[in-house]
């Protein structure tokens, strides 16, 4: 498994066992009957027109995979899925990326695609909010917005030619992300859902799921600007700032309560969304589990068993 | 695409303990009782069960060394009467195979691959930004790759374990055969690094090295024309021999390394040290593709379960 390397006493090793079979049992069978692997031929019927999507190539006049995973079939397309890949941008997505350079007129941002990717000065709002045309002086004052490792969240706005993305970060609810942590997992277990922001209000924490794996839980900040403190309102703004710097136990015991609830779903392959983050997480704290030992191996073992019957409430219902 | 290339680290007899055992024993004689080099030769024989041959050394080092014996290839058996090799299999037979996938953690594609007591571990960063962007190909990916010996991976522990001669070659070995199968068109401006490193030698380590990093790739989603898988053979005691241990590979002859890429039934990697007839070249390349086969099923199967692993564990 990747990423558990914990050390499971003979019970703790037979429950995971169990609970991964029970998984495996209620997984559908036509998903795993799907699965190929690199140069494997993909049984499709030859006589009906089809187009040759991601993930494949034409040997011999037959249909072979390029990528280890699954064969997904949308009316007449055919392509693979697959599963530990780099992060696929598409347009309109919700990223969270990190600053890697301040370059002219853009930042460029590392979000976990074979490429950075470029936010530019101009797709930007402006400190003092007026929409109008990026002086040089606002070029200069580029750092004074975002600098060298900042945590930014966007969205994707357009593909250059030579494949690069690009993002804007216009809205209210976009730019930068301070007070909180930001969790690296595996793109695949993110699907693309309607609401990306969350806001869990008992904890009073922002909970960003971006689509490329990047997934930030941050302290709840009202009507987030991407913008800095007006230099005329810094006096009076200086002693709120202040206050507003120290972040209380309690909200920072949140903040790790939930990254690590993230960081047990990752490592056990599960998918990762709000409602399973939530659940997890008060798990944990009716247990009266210690926020260390979620990484324990016992509470990825309770977390595995939780799943299991969880899955097998849902595939009963359905039936 | 065949390459034949020279084996650039020979540089004589590779039996390196068959030296040791040799000029211990001959020093013995020489230096300890006073013999005359035959006397003393004829001791050594004796003593270690190898057949040596005095005659004119080219390397013969100055009278005070008493190292003046050219050591022939020595006739050890490593074939007995019953077909058996020294660590009892048959001339056919591969070694124990095994990997695991997804060893680090942080890498986009890793994997550990052992054969037999050759354990080799392999991790795949990309693709991903190019850090040298002088080095950036605008329309394909560019394939690195690092080989190199844990200090703890010999008998001896070694002193220069990267950047020698030997591990530059065979970075640039595996590099090609790679990037001969990665589709590098699809992801330009892009760097995909390959990091291989022995944590045990005992034979063979090339083609571990390979299959290590084909299941590298394969588990960091990078696509592929088709696996990469490699296996080696040589031709010792008039027998075709399949997968070299270290012994075996340090009796000094012949030893062909050959990576094919199995679906497509072509060859991407051909080396080979010594000399070898060309009938018995054909036979002993034969067998060492089948060998490549026989990784290609176990490596293919080891990513098929793997896949669907991950696929269940997700849900839906």
Redesign the interface.
């Known amino acids: 498994?990747?990423?558990l390397?914990l050390p499971l006493n003979q019970t703790q090793r037979i429950r995971l066992q169990r609970a991964?079979e029970k998984?495996?049992s209620?997984?559908?069978k036509a998903?795993?009957d799907a699965?190929?692997?690199?140069?494997?031929t993909i049984p499709v019927n030859y006589d009906d027109a089809f187009l040759k999507g991601h993930?494949t190539?034409d040997?011999n006049g037959e249909l072979?995979a390029?990528?280890?995973?699954?064969v997904e079939r949308v009316n007449k397309l055919v392509y693979v899925r697959?599963?530990?890949?780099?992060y696929k941008p598409e347009v309109g997505d919700i990223v969270v990326g990190r600053v890697?350079e301040v370059a002219q007129k853009r930042w460029r941002l590392?979000i976990n695609f074979?490429?950075?990717a470029v936010l530019m000065l101009s797709s930007m709002n402006m400190p003092d909010g007026i929409q109008r045309r990026r002086t040089a002086l606002d070029e200069l004052n580029m750092r004074s917005i975002f600098e060298e490792n900042d945590v930014v969240c966007a969205e994707v706005r357009n593909f250059h030619h030579?494949?690069?993305v690009q993002l804007q970060a216009r809205s209210q609810k976009y730019g930068k992300l301070e007070k909180g942590q930001l969790l690296i997992i595996d793109p695949?277990?993110v699907k693309k859902s309607k609401q990306h922001f969350h806001y869990l209000e008992q904890f009073g924490i922002d909970l960003i799921l971006g689509r490329n794996g990047f997934i930030w839980v941050g302290e709840h900040v009202e009507a987030r600007d991407g913008m800095i403190v007006d230099q005329a309102n810094n006096s009076e703004q200086s002693t709120v700032e202040k206050d507003q710097a120290y972040t209380p136990l309690e909200m920072r015991q949140n903040i790790c309560r939930i990254a690590n609830a993230v960081r047990v779903l990752s490592t056990?392959?599960?998918?990762v969304d709000a409602d399973l983050i939530i659940e997890t997480a008060e798990l944990s704290s009716s247990l009266n589990i210690d926020i260390h030992d979620m990484l324990g191996s016992e509470f990825h073992v309770l977390v595995a068993e939780r799943?299991a019957e969880r899955?097998s409430l849902m595939t009963k219902r359905k039936r | 695409m065949m390459q034949v290339r020279p084996n650039l680290d020979y540089e004589g007899p590779k039996s390196h303990q068959h030296h040791r055992a040799f000029v211990f024993g001959f020093e013995y004689g020489f230096l300890k009782e006073k013999l005359d080099q035959k006397e003393a030769a004829k001791r050594a024989n004796e003593q270690l069960g190898f057949v040596f041959d005095i005659g004119p050394n080219p390397w013969s080092k100055p009278a005070t060394s008493s190292f003046g014996c050219k050591p022939s290839l020595v006739k050890m058996e490593y074939v007995s009467p019953e077909g058996l090799r020294l660590d009892g299999r048959r001339p056919m037979e591969m070694r124990q195979i095994r990997a695991e996938i997804?060893t680090v953690?942080r890498a986009?594609?890793s994997a550990v691959f052992e054969m037999g007591n050759t354990k080799v571990i392999a991790a795949v960063y990309?693709?991903?930004?190019v850090q040298n962007r002088s080095q950036q190909i605008?329309d394909q990916?560019l394939v690195r790759c690092e080989y190199s010996m844990a200090n703890f991976s010999t008998g001896d522990r070694m002193r220069k374990p990267k950047g020698d001669r030997r591990s530059t070659e065979i970075s640039l070995v595996i590099r090609q055969t790679m990037e001969a199968c990665i589709?590098t068109h699809l992801?330009?401006?892009?760097q995909i690094d390959i990091f291989v490193q022995v944590l045990q030698a005992d034979g063979g380590t090339r083609s571990a090295c390979i299959n290590a990093a084909t299941l590298a790739l394969?588990?960091?989603?990078?696509?592929?024309?088709?696996?990469v898988t490699s296996c080696s053979a040589g031709y010792l005691n008039s027998t075709p021999l399949l997968d070299l241990n270290y012994i075996e590979d340090s009796a000094g002859g012949p030893d062909v390394t050959v990576g094919i890429?199995?679906?497509?039934d072509k060859v991407t990697l051909l080396q080979m040290d010594a000399k070898l007839p060309l009938d018995i070249f054909e036979n002993v390349m034969g067998l060492a593709t089948e060998g490549c086969k026989a990784v290609a099923n176990y490596i293919?199967e080891v990513?098929?379960e793997?896949?669907?692993q991950?696929?269940?564990?997700?849900?839906?």
């Open positions: 498994m990747r990423g390397q991964l998984l495996h209620l997984s559908s998903n795993s699965s190929v692997t690199v140069a494997d993930g190539t040997l072979v390029t990528v280890c995973g699954v697959a599963l530990r890949a780099r890697v590392e074979s490429q950075d030579d494949g690069s695949y277990l056990l392959g599960f998918n799943e899955r | 997804g953690a986009d594609g990309g693709p991903r930004e605008s990916a589709l992801m330009p401006r892009s394969a588990d960091a989603g990078i696509p592929m024309r088709d696996i890429l199995p679906k497509l293919r990513l098929l793997n896949t669907k991950l696929e269940y564990r997700r849900g839906l």
